[in-house]
């Protein structure tokens, strides 16, 4: 199964996609986080990143397409994969589609959390994260088990730096202006499955596996 989870910032793709990764034993492909681990490396790559990743811009489009080519062509996305924040833009859109038919693949489901930015504003200031696994916790609407604690694997969580009301306001002008004309482009190719991500939790994953099927 080729998936991929749209929506805006704090929209809920990475929450979502974990359960993908349980079910389906697919990858999770999540440019955010192959940009934050490049950061952490502080490779040349990351550093040029990091300037973008700050002000809520995006990273240009011949980067992170570089980055996606060598990701797909690896040994564990040969049975499927669930693509998370990528793409973002028309053109990365349109060279993700000439990928796919290089290899013969095509994508099955574009799985789009609809959230109001009001919401997204109170996800992403009580958000913490997992450095070491990605995991996405919520102080109040999705706590771990131990406050503090990554329940996956253990690690002390963190808050993102560029989850800053700032840097919001920036990430969400970028996908309304960039990413969400995507939406257009994946209906007409006829994938596109729209989720009310507003709702709780549970609800969204239920509503995303029975779309599925
Ligand atoms: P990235 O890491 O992809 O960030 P994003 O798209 O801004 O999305 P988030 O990770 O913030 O949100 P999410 O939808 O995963 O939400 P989550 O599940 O955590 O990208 C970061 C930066 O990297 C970009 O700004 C850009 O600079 C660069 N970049 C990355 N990809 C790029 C690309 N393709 N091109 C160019 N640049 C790129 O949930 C959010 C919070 O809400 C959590 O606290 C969670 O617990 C909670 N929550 C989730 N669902 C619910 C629910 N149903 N009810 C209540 N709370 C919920
Ligand atoms: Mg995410």
Redesign the pocket.
Known sequence: MNLMVF?A???????QAKFLVEKYNIPQI????M?RAAIAQKSAMGMKAKK??DN????PDST?IGIIKERLEKDDCQNGFIL?????TLA?AQALDVLMKESGKELDFVLSFDVPDSLIIE??A??RVCPKCGA???IE??PPKTKGICDACGAELITRE?DNADTVKN?LLNYHKQTAPLIDFYKKMGVFAQID?S???SK?TKDMFQILG
């Open positions: 929506g910032p704090g929209a809920g793709k990475g929450t999540s440019t955010g986080d940009l973008y990743m809520g811009e995006l990273v992170i998370d924040g990528f793409p973002r990365q996800r992403i009580g958000r996405s916790y919520h609407f999705n560029d990430r991500g709702q709780e939790l969204v």
